[in-house]
């Protein structure tokens, strides 16, 4: 089919092409089915996949398919896949035997896996010889040319795997399906290059490149069009964009700080977030840019992983307790009531009780409204792997509670800060439990519940903040 000469050779133009053409087969099909084929798409991991998932989605509805909530009915499933933490291996291998039980009742159904775990060769291995039900694997590279590798499956009806092993140059510019109206991701780099030893990420997603300000200052402005309010810039390391990348086709030559307050004084932008920055990085630049621009939320997520230098030294995090501390000094001392959240892992090889007392001291010292705790997974091909001294899994464990134990007594005790403020709240969606309620997020994230019409989903609205139930408030709208 290559051969054809009708096909484009540049992108975006190329999967448009291949856009109509999945429409032209999608719509046959439905004909002779009697229905509009479906699909459902299931995201496993981090902010990155989630907006990953929505220019996938934008792409199948582009293919002329129908969005379903139910996997085992739909006519495509895609499993776009995380595998920053072991277990979730073994959880996709689980899903795809169930998967193959449904699929024996309706052998039309095609199934398509994405995301980091398919650039790690022994998943694919596994799949090519173990997991024969599966028809289109591709990578984190290539997601924008799904329609591409859809198309060459529904016509050869041939197995489709196609992993890059690095970026190609990002193709942006294509359809995107937002499960919000008003808040929207905007990638502004892709990849890492710190390579912190625990970690699978610069080996799945690649180098560090950045987008250059007039694509994203494009994308922006495209969005507020539509009515988004809330902007969330998304990376691996924020910090570090337009730094690296300018050998394999990146953007450099303006820092983080400058992109934020460029986006940040484009009119329409109410809200603008971002995740996640990488603690050496974090400039005292983007902590004033952060400052005088009252748009900019007042949250940053810091992950600290740990709060001992030795291990932060075997992690190759280059910052240690102290320079960190610092760090949350300066930026509270700028801006007081900034809402800092991180991730913490316990059980890194060689951690001892010393070193977990320092991690507990961090978190006593910062007073996390929120901490992801995870439990130290090893993952083949990183340095840590290789790291002998690992950890006992029972004192792991009883690590783990105790720092769950003191990282939700701060929280919960911070969080009561709140009580009987009037904040600015951004209506995201109904209540889930409680019919009449609505849900909210104010400037530093916090959640909060209220008595309101859900045609205010979107809106920003002043919000009495009543009463602290532990992570989320419940509240009162006062305009
Ligand atoms: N084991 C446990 N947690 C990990 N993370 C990354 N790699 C691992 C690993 N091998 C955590 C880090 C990171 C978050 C996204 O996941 O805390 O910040
Ligand atoms: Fe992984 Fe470290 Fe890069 Fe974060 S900064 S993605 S933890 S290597």
């Given at each position: 089919?290559?051969?054809?000469l009708?096909?484009?050779e ?6 448009y092409?291949?856009m ?16 509009t ?8 991991g ?18 002329g398919f ?8 739909a006519?495509f499933?895609l ?15 689980g ?8 699929k ?5 159904m095609v199934?398509?896996?994405c995301?980091?775990m398919?650039?790690?060769p ?12 599966v028809?289109?694997v591709?990578g984190t ?27 190609a140059?990002?193709?942006?510019a ?15 780099m892709?990849?890492?290059n ?10 799945v997603?690649?180098r ?5 300000p ?20 998304l ?12 050998d394999?086709?990146?953007?450099t ?23 996640t ?17 009252e748009?900019?939320c ?30 949350v000094?300066?930026i509270?001392?700028?801006?007081p009531?900034?809402?800092?959240t ?10 001892t ?6 991690t507990l001291?961090v ?8 901490a992801f705790?995870?439990i ?11 790291y002998?001294?690992?950890v006992d899994?029972?004192?792991i ?12 007594t ?15 709240v ?6 889930r ?22 045609s ?15 992570f ?8």
């Amino acid at each position: 089919m290559d051969n054809n000469l009708l096909v484009p050779e540049q992108e975006p133009d190329r999967q448009y092409y291949y856009m109509d053409e999945m429409k032209k087969l999608v719509l046959e099909k439905s004909r002779e089915a009697g229905r509009t084929l479906t699909y459902n798409v299931t995201t496993f991991g981090c902010q990155m996949n989630a907006h990953d998932s929505e220019k996938l989605k934008g792409i199948l509805e582009a293919c002329g398919f129908e969005e379903t909530g139910e996997e085992d009915g739909a006519d495509f499933v895609l499993l776009n896949t995380c595998t920053i933490r072991e277990n979730a291996n073994t959880r996709l291998y689980g899903h795809l035997g169930q998967l193959k039980a449904i699929k024996r009742g309706r052998p039309d159904m095609v199934i398509a896996l994405c995301g980091c775990m398919m650039q790690e060769p022994h998943v694919i291995e596994a799949i090519k010889n173990k997991y024969r039900h599966v028809d289109v694997v591709f990578g984190t590279f290539n997601i924008y040319k799904l329609a591409e590798l859809l198309y060459k499956y529904y016509v050869n009806r041939e197995r489709v795997i196609e992993v890059l092993e690095t970026h190609a140059g990002a193709v942006e510019a294509l359809p995107q399906k937002r499960k919000f109206g008003f808040k929207a991701g905007v990638n502004i780099m892709y990849g890492c290059n710190n390579f912190c030893t625990y970690c699978i990420v610069p080996y799945v997603r690649g180098r560090e490149t950045s987008r250059t300000p007039e694509e994203i200052m494009n994308e922006v402005r495209l969005l507020v069009k539509s009515g988004v309010k809330e902007i969330m810039l998304l990376g691996q390391n924020v910090n570090s964009y337009g730094i690296a990348g300018g050998d394999i086709g990146g953007f450099t030559g303006m820092s983080f700080p400058e992109l934020i307050k460029m986006v940040a004084e484009e009119p329409g932008v109410e809200r603008l977030r971002f995740m996640t920055s990488h603690p050496k990085d974090l400039s005292d630049e983007l902590i004033e840019v952060i400052r005088t621009h009252e748009n900019i939320c007042r949250h940053i997520h810091l992950p600290v992983q740990s709060g001992s230098n030795d291990v932060l030294k075997k992690m190759n995090r280059r910052y240690t307790k102290e320079s960190y501390l610092a760090l949350v000094d300066r930026i509270r001392k700028a801006v007081p009531d900034i809402s800092l959240t991180t991730d913490i892992i316990v059980g890194f090889p060689g951690e001892t009780e010393e070193d977990f007392l320092d991690t507990l001291d961090v978190v006593e010292r910062v007073k996390y409204d929120q901490a992801f705790t995870f439990i130290y997974s090893k993952r083949t091909g990183t340095p840590a792997a290789s790291y002998e001294d690992q950890v006992d899994e029972a004192v792991i464990k009883d690590r783990f509670d105790r720092l769950l134990d003191k990282v939700n007594t701060i929280a919960h005790r911070e969080m009561k800060r709140f009580e009987g403020r009037v904040c600015d709240v951004l209506v995201e969606e109904k209540n889930r439990q409680e019919e009449g309620l609505v849900t909210g997020r104010t400037s530093e994230n916090v959640t909060v519940h209220f008595k309101e019409e859900a045609s205010l989903i979107g809106s920003t609205v002043k919000v009495l903040m009543k009463e602290a139930k532990g992570f989320y408030y419940m509240g009162e709208r006062v305009d």
